[in-house]
């Protein structure tokens, strides 16, 4: 460790009473030559550690070990100039083992110091942590073995490859410091056993052997992108030693690795090299080398890269940045001593008193580590004191001297010392001047401490000398104090006064606790909150209560905890929304004040990984600074770019972003204004976007200026008192303070809205009375006073703020959604939803219904219903009725309007219903009725007005349809006669072509327009589908399906016909129609499909066929059936064509003339006919 260097002093000391009284000066009486330092040795060897002090004579030298006295043994004793002398150092369990911390303690006549500490340690080494494992690798590439052990002194690493030393003298090899052989473009030689070898001064181990094995390279070689296999780690060294990061990439072609910094610095080239083909290794860290660095692989030539990054963060020993400078003091006066350190980590500061640690203990107190303040200075006082700063890279001290001056022109002490509770935080004292020398005051210093306990820190308030009373107002509640007085004078202070004890009250909180609002995921928010600092907790507080909501809803939740707990996850939130948080503390008495409302925004619930929220601590430096600290979340996996800081004061627009490094983990705010409220917010950021954020507020303190010393303020008005008289109005009243005797006293109202942020909006009201009627205010709005008093040019500090909400106004809107539902015959379900933006719970609601008939007589029937129901049922309906049905709801305050008429009809008809569900008529399906679960709804105006309209629609499409439908009869009718009387010539030509028939070209055009439906295309698999016979009105009826039958001849399409016209017309009569047809049908030539009448249904599946032209007909007509067998052609299967009774209506449809055939393939298929 290095030794820390001390200033001395040359000349000749001044008397010191001929030094100004608050002089500056540096004394030789006693300090160190020599110190310890830190020292590593072997077991059984022989160990000096150095201490030479210089002074005046005599001077006594005492060790310490772990700060206990070290006595003198056979072993261990102290050399005559002060050095202590171990003969062996033994290293056993216990009290026997030598290692420790070691402190050497001089002392003379003027005091004690005492020396850095010094870290005997005994060499070391442990088993392997981490061994070499095989390893198969390609020809080409790289091989990489790595071992780790701990040992003291750290060892040195080699290695041996088939237990013979590996060579390093090539440059396919590296082995680096931290125990990492590399071995790049490996080849079949490299085959083989390897094993680290870890040596000191302690011992030598050999690690297990790994093998590596060399397999071919891919041939050919691909174009491979740049991986990077072993890239840096995160490491943390000390000063003055050597970092290595490691980077080894791979890729086709061999990439280039060059490093870089994330902050854009350039690296350090005198104390930098490259190890192997890419390691970087730092030698003589310092601190400015700690930061983020960059490893990029980069395919040569092409912009193909990878990278990949490690932060180096480097350890250094405390160094002073202020030193304790030596003071000549008066007897009774006030000693300051200051100290500054820095060091990474932060140095923790400590003071000693001739050699012993120093505790805050009434008189003497330690200021926030850094400031020694000793007040009314006794003798005993007169002391060499030391400032120790210690991390846990070293130690370092610093001296300086407290010299007592005696005087006896001083005055007498004051008299007559009274104190009175004021209240749970203020006692007032009061006191009469000095009997002797008062005239020579200038000054009074009040003194206070606890009571009760050990270790009291005593406070201390200036005041001037044109009174004799002063409040102390900030106590902890219950508790006991002490209090004494001195007078000043220029030349020394006085004796002190008697001492007076007195007990302060206990009362509700004066502030609220400083609350923390971060995310850890997207639908969580963690609230965590400070203590309240004693002085304005005004007693034990047993209770917390945390009111939530979203900053879109008026709805607030709360959640009451015990006072013993800090933090609370609030679980179950909306992603990505703006939650606004406040919260208050209660003690026995009661509930103080609500905090402001914070707000907090979720994340965004998404699957890119962004930081976590960092850890936010808030300090407040002084009374216009604020230190803000933080440090990454430990579940924290995500690498972070840097961090945006965001600040505003309570009420104001906010300041930022400040964008901060990833390095930095503090910032300082200042330029702020005393007593006043801040938010702070802080997230990380990285090249993915934002991370989570973290919200905390603070406050800052006041300052004491020369005026608040030599006149305190007058307190503020008490028991502040808020009660709502309407809508629009509050009434205040509050008391006077006590001690307050001036003639003329005004007081400031300030009143304003509960989170407000425009500050202008704030009202603030001037009056002489102690009460006071707030008026045009809000409804259901609540509102924050406070009250301060104006007397003699002086103006108090605020009262405690005190809340109240405004009585709300009857809704202003009607329920909302009115729905009625018809559930069962006679009853109907009637729901709503609550009136869109009511700022009150609603009451009741009222329900107003009645028939037509009723209503128009002004005769409805009344129902109630609690404010958290929000449906009902009216039963006893009459049926065939239209029922009107209106809701309004009430509140605390007054009824609201109603809604809009809603109209319910009940069917007169007979209904089937189902056991669930509305209920519906049997012409429905049970599907029908499950897909119109929804029906019944009321029926405004304007869908009565379109269901007429519709209706009317329909009719008129029907009546169309029907006239269609009638023309076209007529048009069949007359094809049907007409193909009668040629059927017989038809069936004697049936070989004739059909597309040069007369009969066909006078009535082709005819038939074609009389056409609806081509016929279906079948498949050659079609078969004979079959009914019985159906009886009706004593007509026999044989209803059949013409199956399709079709065969693809020369693109042209030929019909079979049956063997007479009987079989194919037959009387009319009724027939039973069967449709089990789904989705769409394949059709012929057109492609259309046509449902206008059952008997074109009868013919749905009936299509053109294809075949050769037949070769008998008639023998296997059988009933009334018509079977006709098709002889086939070569290799073709016989088809048959069934023809069934239909009506003389039905009609083949003819493909059109543009998908006949004009070429015939044969004689016997070249003609077609028509049936």
């Known amino acids: 460790m290095e030794i820390s260097k001390r200033r001395t002093c040359v000349g000749t000391v001044v008397i010191a009473l001929l030094l100004p009284i608050s002089g500056i000066w540096c004394f030789t009486e006693l300090f160190f030559m020599r110190e310890p330092h830190d020292i590593t040795a072997l077991r059984k060897d022989p160990v000096v550690l150095d201490c030479q002090a210089h002074g005046e004579l005599p001077i006594t030298i005492v060790w310490l070990k772990n700060g206990q006295r070290l006595a003198d043994t056979e072993r261990t004793y102290i050399l005559s100039n002060g050095s202590l002398y171990i003969t062996e150092v033994e290293h056993r369990r216990g009290d026997r083992s030598d290692e420790g911390y070691y402190e050497c303690l001089a002392q003379n006549k003027y005091g004690a110091i005492l020396s850095q500490k010094s870290h005997l340690t005994v060499a070391s080494m442990s088993p392997f942590e981490v061994q070499p494992v095989p390893t198969v690798v390609r020809e080409g590439e790289v091989a990489r073995f790595i071992c780790k ?124 090299r490259v190890l192997g083909n890419g390691n970087l290794m730092i030698s003589d860290v310092k601190v400015q080398h700690a930061g983020i660095y960059v490893c990029r692989a980069t395919t040569p030539g092409t912009r193909n890269y990878t990278v990949a990054t490690a932060m180096l963060t480097v350890l250094a020993p405390p160094s002073f940045v202020e030193w304790p400078e030596s003071l000549t003091r008066p007897r009774a006066g006030t000693a300051r001593f200051m100290c500054q350190a820095e060091g990474i980590p932060t140095p923790k500061i400590s003071w000693l008193k001739n050699g012993q640690r120093i505790h805050s203990n009434g008189r003497i107190k330690v200021q926030y580590s850094s400031k020694l303040v000793i007040n009314q200075i006794i003798p005993e006082d007169d002391a060499i004191y030391q400032c120790v700063a210690e991390n846990e890279q070293g130690s370092v001290l610093s001296v300086a001297r407290l010299i007592v001056i005696m005087s006896e022109d001083r005055p007498s002490a004051p008299r007559n010392i009274q104190a009175e509770t004021v209240s749970s935080s203020g006692i007032l004292l009061s006191w009469q001047r000095p009997m002797y020398n008062s005239d020579k005051v200038i000054a009074y210093s009040v003194h206070y401490m606890k009571a009760e306990g050990l270790n009291n820190e005593e406070y201390q308030v200036v005041i001037g000398n044109d009174t004799t009373r002063y409040i102390i107002d900030d106590l902890e509640p219950a508790s006991n104090y002490t209090f004494y007085i001195v007078a000043y004078m220029p030349m020394g202070a006085s004796r002190m006064s008697e001492h007076v004890t007195q007990h302060t009250l206990e009362d509700v909180p004066l502030r609220v606790p400083e609350i923390s609002l971060t995310s850890r995921s997207p639908t969580d928010i963690l609230i965590s909150w400070l203590p309240i600092p004693a002085k304005f907790r ?267 909400l405004t009585l709300p106004e009857a809704p202003t809107n009607p329920p909302s959604g009115v729905k009625a539902t018809l559930i069962e015959e006679g009853t109907a379900l009637i729901s709503w939803k609550p009136p869109e933006n009511t700022n009150t719970a609603v009451t009741q609601y009222t329900i107003l219904y009645a028939s037509r ?134 069936l004697a030509h049936v070989t004739s072509p059909l597309v040069n028939g007369n009969h066909l070209a006078k009535s082709k055009d005819e038939q074609w327009e009389n056409m609806e439906t081509l016929m279906p295309m079948m498949p050659e698999n079609a078969f004979l589908d079959t009914k019985q016979p159906v009886r009706r009105n004593g007509f026999g009826v044989s209803p059949y399906q013409l199956t399709e039958l079709s065969r693809e001849e020369s693109g042209g399409s030929v019909l079979i016909p049956p063997t007479s016209l009987p079989a194919v017309f037959t009387a009319m009569g009724d027939t039973e129609y069967s449709h089990n047809s789904d989705g769409s049908h394949e059709t012929g030539d057109s492609g259309r499909y046509s449902h206008d009448s059952r008997e074109e249904m009868e013919m749905l599946h009936l299509s053109s066929v294809t075949c050769d032209p037949p070769a008998f007909l008639g023998s296997s007509v059988q009933g009334d059936t018509a079977s006709i067998p098709v002889q086939p052609t070569s290799g073709e299967d016989q088809r048959v064509l069934v023809v069934s009774h239909s009506t003389t209506s039905d009609l083949l449809a003819l493909p059109r003339p543009s998908h006949m055939s004009s070429k015939p393939t044969s004689e016997n298929t070249s003609n077609q006919f028509p049936i």
């Open 149 to 272: 052990i701990h040992a003291n002194p750290p060892p040195i690493i080699t290695w041996e490859f088939n237990r013979t030393t590996l060579p390093l003298a090539t440059d396919r090899i590296t082995v680096l410091p931290t125990g990492v052989l590399q071995i790049y473009g490996v080849d079949k030689q490299h085959t083989g056993q390897y094993r680290c070898v870890a040596t000191n001064i302690a011992n030598r181990r050999r690690s297990a052997e790994a093998i590596l094995t060399v397999i071919p390279a891919w041939e050919p070689k691909t174009l491979q992108k740049p991986v990077i296999i072993a890239g840096p780690q995160n490491i943390t060294v000390p000063v003055h030693q050597t970092a290595m990061l490691e980077c080894v990439a791979i890729g086709s072609p061999k990439p280039l690795v060059s490093w870089s910094r994330f902050d854009h610095r350039s690296i350090d080239v005198f104390n930098t």
């Open 538 to 804: 005004r007693g034990r507080i047993i209770a917390y209560r945390i009111h939530y909501r979203k900053s879109t809803e008026r709805a607030v939740h709360l959640v009451e905890l015990p006072g013993a707990i800090s933090d609370h996850l609030l679980e179950d939130v909306e992603p990505d929304s703006t939650y606004l948080v406040r919260i208050s503390a209660a003690t026995k008495i009661g509930w103080g004040e609500s905090s402001i409302w914070t707000s907090h925004r979720t994340p965004k619930a998404t699957s890119v990984k962004v930081p976590l929220a960092p850890e936010l601590r808030l300090e407040p430096f002084n009374c216009t600074t604020i230190t803000v600290k933080w440090k990454q979340a430990e579940e924290n996996d995500v690498q972070i770019q840097g961090y945006r800081l965001f600040y505003r004061e309570e009420s104001q627009q906010e300041t930022g972003p400040i964008t901060l490094g990833m390095q930095n983990s503090h910032y300082t705010i200042s330029g702020l204004d005393p007593r006043r409220k801040y938010h702070i917010r802080l997230l990380a950021y990285n090249s993915m976007g934002e991370g989570y954020q973290a919200d905390q507020t603070v406050s800052t303190p006041g300052c004491v200026s020369v005026r608040d010393r030599m006149v305190p303020p007058p307190p503020p008005p008490h028991h502040l008192y808020a009660k709502a008289n309407s809508s629009s109005s509050i009434s205040l009243q509050w008391g006077k303070p006590a001690f307050t005797a001036a003639p003329v006293i005004n007081y400031t109202v300030r009143c304003n809205p509960v989170g407000l942020q425009n500050a202008s909006l704030v009202m603030y009201l001037q009056t002489s009375e102690t009460h006071m009627l707030v008026i045009g205010l809000q409804p259901f709005t609540k509102y924050e006073f406070a009250v301060r008093l104006h007397a003699d040019q002086l103006s108090s500090p605020w009262s405690p703020v005190v809340y109240q």
């Open 853 to 986: 008939k009723a209503w128009i007589g002004g005769e409805w029937q009344v129902l109630h219903r609690e404010g958290s129901i929000t449906m009902t049922l009216l039963e006893n309906l009459d049926p065939g009725n239209v029922y009107l049905i209106q809701i309004s709801a009430t509140n605390e305050v007054g009824e609201g309007p109603f809604s809009n008429i809603v109209e319910l009809v009940i069917p007169a008809t007979e209904t089937v219903y189902f056991s669930q569900g509305p209920k519906w008529s049997d012409s429905l399906s049970s599907a029908d009725a499950k897909g119109n679960s929804d029906v019944f709804y009321h029926l405004d105006q304007k869908s009565m007005t379109g269901i007429i309209v519709g209706v009317c629609i329909a009719l008129t499409c029907i009546i169309i349809c029907i006239l269609i439908l009638l023309y076209r009869s007529k048009a069949r009718k007359s094809s049907a006669v007409k193909a009668e009387q040629q059927g017989n010539v038809q």
